[in-house]
């Protein structure tokens, strides 16, 4: 049950039980003053009877004189006046009520007469005495209702001392209730989130369906999401300080290099013209490779930046993706490897050409440097419109798992074959400074191990993906796919639903 709904319920219980209880109690007054009506009234009547057999005597009407008999009938719980025609008190049992000075006028002394009345604490009676056809006076008689009274006020106490007991059961109950509903939950539910705020580990409690279940379970979610980001901030900077310190030690390698052979250039006059040219040759080399491992870094870290923005210009389809595929020839050459190219791309698309080159740079670096010699490499650009040709030469395993229909896109691929990469590592091959090899040497490894992290990333600016293939004793295969977008706001569009 929500708390408004449960709190409502709470405060019709709190208003309306009470007041029923009081109603209750009122019946059950009302029901003995009903039933002590009755047998009051024969009693009343009775006692009135002897009481006016005295009062009807005319002489007691006559002023000054003694009335023993009315002074032997009254008492606290009877009061006698008696009254002349004209409404004088002549006879007064409890002057505090009427005194002799007091006079009723007309309209009192007329009304009611003969009728016993009713009231609070007393009978009322009143009746005119006569003397032949001669008014002489009225007498009113007034019989205390003590024993009603004192029933009725011992019933009020019980009453009050009910209606107390059970409002004081509501209250400790409502209150229990609600520290258990919402004070003890709202409590825990703070304490928690203190701990959370040190960092320290709290046991969850069920969080319920109401609204406070709802706050919680919010807190839980975001919880959650606060943890994991602190996680991925604490893998993020794990990752920084392994790849500072990978890639300090990695310049430090060339760097010793280059200051050693640098040293023997101008310390060593022995050397001959063919020794300083390789050593100018080795320090040239290193340099560069200090150079690209510095590039790579940087374009890294900047990829990584939330707030870049990668700028796209449109171009020809068909005349850049044949640029960027060829002169690859020389390189393959040294190695003896075949390659095989084909591009096949129509229209105008938006892209990043100095990023998109050193995605292929990247991919054929890599599969340049795990192919054997006379082994095979194939590199293709083709388009959603030119799938009707799909690669014949793209390995089996590979065909079986790409899925071609998709929004209009060109893919770039970069297949290879010989050594394949273990299952395994498949899924981390793209983790920066991540070596399939972890023994291979460091004079085999021309990079940092950030080509393909870098690779992938600029790929996704172009709101595309990248997929690598491999299987063992066959060779392995990347696809990049880049959706086709020929017009900017096309591109703002996607970019707003990425």
């Given amino acids: ?189 703070m304490e928690h989130m203190t701990a959370f705020a040190k960092q320290e580990k709290v046991k969850r409690f069920p969080t319920g369906k109401d609204e406070i279940g709802e706050l919680t379970a919010h807190f839980y979610e975001m919880q959650e999401q606060v943890e994991g980001t602190r996680n991925l901030l604490a893998k993020e900077q794990r990752e920084k300080e392994y790849m500072i310190a990978t890639i300090s030690h990695d310049l430090k390698t060339p760097l010793t290099s280059i200051s050693a052979y640098a040293e023997s250039l101008f310390s060593e006059p022995e050397l001959t013209a063919e020794e300083r040219k390789e050593y100018r040759y080795v320090i040239v080399d290193k340099a560069n490779y200090m150079k690209q491992m510095i590039d790579d870094l940087l374009m890294y870290t900047l990829l990584q930046s939330p707030s870049y923005e990668m700028e796209l210009i449109k171009v020809d389809g068909s005349e850049f993706f044949e640029m960027l595929v060829s002169d690859y020839e020389p390189l393959c050459k040294k190695k003896n490897i075949s390659l095989h190219v084909q591009a096949s791309v129509g229209g105008d698309y938006l892209v990043n050409p100095k990023q998109l080159m050193r995605v292929c740079d990247n991919l054929m670096s890599n ?38 229909n998709k929004e209009p896109s060109v893919y770039l691929i970069v297949q290879n074959d010989g050594a394949s990469i273990p299952a395994d590592k498949v899924q981390h091959v793209f983790n920066p400074l991540f070596q399939v090899d972890q023994a291979r040497s460091k004079t085999d490894a021309r990079g940092t191990g950030l080509g393909l992290s870098i690779s992938k990333q600029i790929i996704e600016k172009h709101r595309g993906e990248v997929q690598l293939y491999s299987q063992e004793e066959i060779g392995t295969c990347v696809i990049c796919r880049i959706p086709k977008v020929e017009k900017e706001g096309e591109r703002l569009d996607r970019e707003k639903n990425y």
């Fill in 1 to 189: 049950m929500k708390i408004k709904q449960w709190l409502l319920l709470s405060y019709f219980i709190v208003m309306v039980l009470p007041l029923a209880v009081a109603y209750l109690l009122f019946a059950w007054i009302q029901t003995y003053n009903n039933e002590q009506k009755v047998d009051e009234y024969f009693t009343a009547t009775i006692q009135l009877q002897n009481i006016i057999a005295v009062l009807d005597d005319p002489s007691l009407y006559k002023p000054g004189v003694e009335r023993p008999q009315i002074d032997k009938l009254v008492s606290s719980e009877l009061f006698i006046a008696l009254y002349n025609p004209e409404g004088l008190v002549l006879y007064s049992s409890d002057p505090t009520r009427a005194s002799l000075q007091f006079a009723l006028t007309k309209e009192e002394l007329y009304k009611d007469l003969y009728s016993l009345e009713q009231g609070y604490r007393s009978f009322t009676y009143k009746q005119p005495v006569l003397n032949g056809n001669d008014l002489i006076g009225f007498y009113e008689v007034q019989l205390a209702r003590d024993e009603w009274v004192a029933g009725v006020s011992d019933r009020t106490w019980i009453m009050f001392g009910i209606f107390s007991g059970i409002f004081f059961v509501i209250f400790l109950t409502i209150a229990f209730l609600v520290n258990k509903k919402i004070n003890k939950r709202l409590r825990q539910l």
């Fill in 367 to 404: 599969a340049i440097q795990h192919t054997k010699e006379n082994g095979n490499i194939w590199l293709s650009v083709i388009s959603q419109s030119s799938l009707r040709m799909r690669p014949e030469w793209l390995f089996p395993f590979v065909q079986k798992d790409i899925n071609w």
